[in-house]
């Protein structure tokens, strides 16, 4: 008798426990992203129904971008959107996080910006820079820097949160600065005469904008996420079929508010990738054409700058697999 008991209670367990597990496993998946083109991209997956078709249940959370990486790190979110030297950053300060999913990368919309006047990055000698310090901004300045054979000291940084850029360059505190979509364009249009003197499109590959999951979601529920990134590049075919181009960008524009003439610009300045090009950067090389080789040098930027205190592990923050299907 005592057994038989024993073995009821083990049943009622493991029943409850399976309760519990589907339970778990019937939450949807909460993906945190903000005003981007390559993450606004993702509207279109959402107003199509699209992931209910592909039988994965998702919700959506908009922020601002900095709040979303600190909803993430206190693990709010399954994933986020964030640039690969950003997952690095909130990696290190303790929200780990695995880019599985490439977006783009930027060419164009991340901007070096100066005042009328000055036309050249070698002109920003002795000048004062606003930039958000420590985020990509400032190493899209430094390597415009580099690129113009001076050194970051030959500048004066002034830490400027990225959506304040537009009103600083405009109060004349600053003779430069950098930002990207859409401040660097309220920046060029709220002061006449500025100039985008060096733009992402200079260096295709520095900045990679990612989808982030952490460590547990994604090993948790990886046939989940699979779908996500099936979705994901029906929107990619989407915006990039010409008969349905200007409905992709209708959406995307409704979602900020902007007029969707002014949108395609933004578009543009950002590289969309397709599976098999994202195939191409997810190979392990040195140097701008690679996650891992861009990865690095964003690691290598924020111990240099004492973002944080020693080198992450670049090989556990991608996991290529869900695009690769390798």
């Known amino acids: 008798m005592k057994n038989v008991l024993k073995n009821i209670s083990r049943t009622l367990a493991a029943i409850l426990l399976l309760g519990i597990v589907n339970s778990v496993s019937a939450e949807p998946l909460k993906i945190g992203y903000s005003d981007w083109p390559g993450w606004v991209a993702w509207e279109v997956g959402i107003e199509k129904g699209w992931f209910k078709e592909a039988g994965v249940d998702v919700k959506f959370e908009w922020f601002d971008y900095v709040a979303s990486m600190d909803a993430f790190a206190a693990g709010k979110l399954d994933a986020v959107s964030m640039t690969n030297g950003d997952t690095l950053v909130t990696g290190a300060t303790g929200g780990k996080g695995v880019m599985m999913l490439m977006n783009d990368y930027s060419n164009g919309n991340d901007m ?47 830490n400027v949160p990225t959506n304040e850029t537009p009103q600083v360059l405009a109060s004349g505190d600053v003779d430069a600065v950098v930002a990207w979509q859409p401040n660097s364009g309220m920046a060029l249009d709220l002061v006449p005469g500025s100039t985008a003197i060096y733009t992402s499109a200079d260096e295709p590959g520095l900045i990679y904008d990612t989808l982030v999951a952490s460590p547990q979601s994604l090993a948790t529920r990886k046939e989940d996420w699979k779908k996500v990134v099936g979705v994901w590049y029906r929107i990619v075919d989407y915006i990039k079929n010409p008969k349905t181009y200007d409905d992709a960008i209708e959406i995307m524009s409704s979602r900020v508010g902007l007029k969707a003439g002014e949108y395609k610009g933004f578009v543009k300045g950002t590289k969309i990738l397709t599976r ?38 670049i090989s556990s923050y991608i996991d290529a697999s869900l695009t690769t299907g390798i």
Do not use: M
């Not at 195939?279 to 973002?307: E, H, P, R």
């Open 112 to 158: 070096v910006i100066a005042k009328p006047g000055i036309t050249s990055v070698k002109q920003l000698k002795g000048k004062k820079v606003g930039v958000e310090i420590g985020f990509v901004g400032h190493l899209l300045l430094l390597n415009a820097l580099e690129k113009a054979g001076l050194k970051e000291t030959d500048v004066e940084l002034v």
């Open 276 to 313: 098999e090009e994202a195939k191409t950067f997810f190979k392990k090389a040195d140097g701008f054409k690679s996650l891992y080789g861009s990865t690095k040098i964003s690691d290598d930027f924020n111990v240099a700058n004492k973002v944080y205190d020693k080198p992450e592990d």
